[in-house]
């Protein structure tokens, strides 16, 4: 067996070594990711061809300003923007106590199933699971017969589809950091602040809101981050609705003109770098 002595001085030595292995992959990594960001930039200030079709390197900011002056962006920026909000907020608010219950209230059994019940859905296709919420949104589908005999109807195709949609499938992102924070948090806090007669919303908001509040601020990162990007679900389940995904995705393909697609992609990297400086004032980010 090897003493503690000579372990003491064995692991800085693995840290070294594991460190040394990470570095390239995690230096390509960045490298790729850094050059394609730039190059995005830049071909946001490029010109096409209105004959051909083809990108021509003539530097021009029309692209930028007309993403930032028309009218159309400006609707669906804030309507991507307000969606995304929404589904954070909404993913956060069922991920709390169902977290909650997973890590303090839940026995082991149970706690592993339930893991198991919340990963799941993620080794089935993204396109499966969104088609399946069409058909529970379509005007025959479950949701329809469930609320026909209320008087109510399917909110069918939209706003709302969306926002349901985009909120079953980034919920697991969300659930897991805030289990593991909450698995973080002592059970002897929770006894020493029933024992000083908190009730269990001062503890809540007074003892292990601030502790687990790094967590929260990384799933609303997963779920706000990623509803932002997405233009798959608005297409599928959205009807007439466009989110900017839905802008950048006609301007690569249909339209045909890569510097505008890059000029309205620069709107939901500027609003993700908003996000993040302003999650990271909170020195939330350090705790992580």
Known sequence: MTSPRVSAYLAPRRRLQL??????????????????LAALLVTAFWTVNELTGQVQIEWTTE???????????RTVTLRTLGIAVLVTVLDVL?????????????????????????????????LVKVYSWRALLSADGVI??????????????????????LSYLWLPYVIMPIYAGFDRVP????????????????????????????AVIAGSIFAFSL???????AGIVGGTTQMLGNLVYTNVGAA???PLAAAISLIPIAIIL???????RTGALRSL
């Open 256 to 258: 045909n003109n890569l």
């Open 227 to 233: 509803s932002l990007g997405d233009y798959i679900t």
């Open 94 to 126: 069922v991920a709390v106590p169902v977290a909650f219950f997973m890590a303090k209230i839940a026995g082991p059994r149970l706690r592993h199933l339930l893991v198991i019940a919340i990963l799941a859905p993620l080794w089935a296709s993204y």
């Open 187 to 214: 059970d002897r806090l929770l006894e020493a602040s029933a024992d000083l007669g908190a009730r269990g919303w001062s503890t809540l908001r007074s003892v292990v809101l601030p502790m687990i509040w790094p």
């Open 144 to 165: 329809h017969w469930v609320l026909a005999p209320f008087g109510l109807d399917t909110p069918g195709y939209g706003i709302v589809g969306i926002v349901l949609t």
């Open 274 to 280: 908003v996000y993040l400086a302003a999650v990271r």
């Open 63 to 73: 692209n930028v300003v007309e993403v930032l002056t028309e009218a159309l962006y």
């Open 19 to 36: 460190a040394g292995l990470l570095t390239a992959p995690v230096l390509w990594l960045g490298l790729v990711y850094v050059v394609a």
